[in-house]
């Protein structure tokens, strides 16, 4: 068998996941994407285990190890998407900017300071008024 | 062009076809579907590359416990049933750029490279009988590293999802019983 047709499918299937982390919203989406890739990654082991006919087959052993590795990677992402969608109502990766949770006024002040910085100079002033009076509620 | 090789090409093209589906459907239940052909070609692409035990443990741990483990949070998340139009964000052709360049270097740089490598198919290097053999003799202890990691992955799924335990807050320290993180998630549950 010519070791051009397994290589080809896996590219093909690689960049088909790859356009599906980009191009995708939903985070669900984008983690079967990663499981299309990882399964490219799977296939051309695979196939160079066949092609150097190891004998301590460790293409195979490492794709058994892949195959358990994304099992375990997808419970955990399913898990973070769950807590996202718990605490935001949706799962969309473009909508989902901030690096930190609106819990209260103290954590939102915050925020605010951080975008008006990634802003520019010119938004100090109204940011620096939005920060103090939630400092002073939390002392 | 060998009969191995139509036939690879034919369930190389249900998966690829299959995973193009999964990535431009607009119904998030058909991409878990249609994620299924796409596995079940690729256990019979392993199967025809000789690697049986490998198409056994993809069809039982992709196609059984991953798909169904996806579905499971797509049901999670209400998402629709039926055509949702925002499936896709506003970089998709942005996105077909990067991939269809991919695609092109990987194809390009590995049918240049391996032209003219070929190797006979004998049936038998990847049954179960060998694999076990050399996942217990050489690669023990990986498998064993590995085993750590699934029970670890267990326990941070488990804190994670999990909502009445999870840091205290510091400005809500006098009420232990009402971290402040799983408050909603209660009520929504």
Redesign the interface.
Same mark, same amino acid.
């Given at each position: 068998m010519h070791l051009a047709y397994p290589l080809v499918v896996a590219s093909l299937l690689f960049s088909i996941g790859v356009y599906g982390v980009l191009a995708r919203r939903n985070a669900i989406l984008v983690l079967m994407s990663v499981e299309l890739m990882l399964n490219a990654v799977n296939l051309n082991l695979v196939t160079f285990d066949i092609w150097w006919r190891d004998r301590l087959h460790g293409g195979q052993v490492l794709t058994l190890f892949t195959i358990v590795i994304a099992a375990a990677e997808v419970g955990l992402g399913l898990a973070i998407v769950l807590l996202v969608y718990r605490n935001r109502q949706m799962i969309d990766v473009d909508r989902l900017r901030a690096l930190a949770e609106e819990t209260g006024g103290d954590v939102r002040g915050v925020r605010g300071d951080g975008e008006g910085e990634s802003e520019g100079e010119g938004a100090k002033d109204g940011d620096h008024a939005a920060v103090v009076p939630s400092e002073g509620s939390t002392t | 062009m060998?009969g191995?090789?139509i036939v @690879? #090409?034919l369930l190389?093209i249900v998966?690829?076809g299959s995973?193009?589906l999964?990535?431009t459907t607009r119904q998030?239940v058909h991409?878990?579907l249609w994620?299924v052909v796409?596995?079940g070609a $690729?256990a019979g692409?392993?199967l025809? $590359? #000789?690697?049986e @035990?490998?198409a056994w443990?993809?069809v039982l741990?992709?196609v059984g416990?991953?798909v169904v483990? !996806?579905l499971?949070?797509?049901m999670?998340? &209400?998402?629709p049933i039926g055509q949702s139009m925002?499936?896709?964000?506003?970089? &998709?052709w942005?996105?077909?750029g990067?991939?269809?360049a991919?695609?092109a270097v $990987?194809?390009t740089v590995?049918?240049m490279g @391996? &032209?003219d490598?070929? #190797?006979?198919?004998k049936p038998g290097?990847?049954s179960a009988e060998?694999?076990g053999a050399?996942?217990f003799r #050489?690669?023990v202890l990986? @498998?064993e590293v590995?085993s750590v !990691? !699934?029970l670890a992955?267990?326990v941070?799924?488990i804190v994670?999802?999990r909502?009445d335990i999870g840091p205290r !807050?510091p400005?809500r320290a006098g009420h232990p019983g009402h971290p402040? &993180?799983g408050g909603?998630?209660e009520g929504?549950g």
């Open positions: - | 060998s191995q090789e @690879f #090409t190389g998966a690829v995973g193009l999964v990535v998030l991409a878990a994620l796409s596995f $690729l692409g392993y025809v $590359l #000789t690697a @035990f490998v443990v993809q741990i992709y416990a991953i483990l !996806l499971f949070g797509i999670l998340t &209400r998402a925002d499936l896709d964000s506003g970089n &998709r942005i996105a077909a990067v991939a269809v991919t695609a $990987l194809v590995l049918v @391996f &032209r490598a070929h #190797t006979p198919l290097g990847g060998e694999l050399s996942v #050489t690669w990986p @498998f590995l !990691l !699934l992955s267990l941070g799924a994670l999802s909502s !807050l400005g402040g &993180r909603r998630g929504d």
